[in-house]
């Protein structure tokens, strides 16, 4: 006589379970690639804020460093970000930028943006850069490199968004 078993083990459903697996895992992957890419494009949004807010800080540093964080500020508002330190050291700008995280996992800190901005070094011949022409007529020189004020109008510097483009020129870095 053969005995047949009376209880068979049953695996209805287990291609369910490993399938529900398998789904939790490519979610799980998804979310920590998009974290990672919201991570890095927020890293080089607070990085080109902290750039931009520099140089406008040191575009503004013949107005004291109250102006040119100010000035630091709303350029990087605009940007997106929040400024976190600026520190105006002699005619360098000192800019620390935060940007928030876009589909941020929990527990992640903001990115950060640092950037110096201010006048350029002499050149290795010694000839200072403040030698150079002015860029437009009716410009004086005020002290620092590459830094002209408009007798009528204040300070003027060839990246100020205020007073235009200025031509290509090798005299300025």
Do not use: N
């Not at 800019?95 to 002499?122: F, K």
């Not at 009716?138 to 590459?146: N, Q, T």
């Amino acid at each position: 006589m053969i005995r047949r078993p009376t209880h068979r083990p049953r695996d209805d459903g287990i291609a369910t379970v490993w399938a529900a697996a398998a789904a939790a895992v490519i979610v799980a992957a998804l979310l920590l690639g998009l974290h990672l890419g919201a991570a890095v494009a927020a890293r080089h949004r607070a990085e080109a804020a902290a750039d931009l807010a520099a140089l406008a800080a040191a575009g503004h540093a013949v107005h004291g460093a109250e102006a040119a964080c100010r000035r630091a500020e709303v350029i990087a508002q605009r940007m997106g970000a929040v400024v976190a330190r600026c520190l105006l050291s002699e005619w360098d700008a000192l800019v620390e930028v935060h940007v928030a995280v876009p589909l941020a996992l929990p527990g992640t800190a903001d990115a950060v943006g640092r950037a110096r901005a201010g006048p350029a070094e002499p050149d290795p011949a010694g000839t200072p850069a403040t030698s150079a022409a002015p860029p437009h007529p009716g410009l004086v020189h005020v002290g620092a490199p590459r830094v002209w004020a408009d007798i009528d109008t204040g300070p003027y510097l060839p990246f100020d968004p205020d007073h235009g483009p200025d031509p290509p020129s090798d005299k300025f870095v």
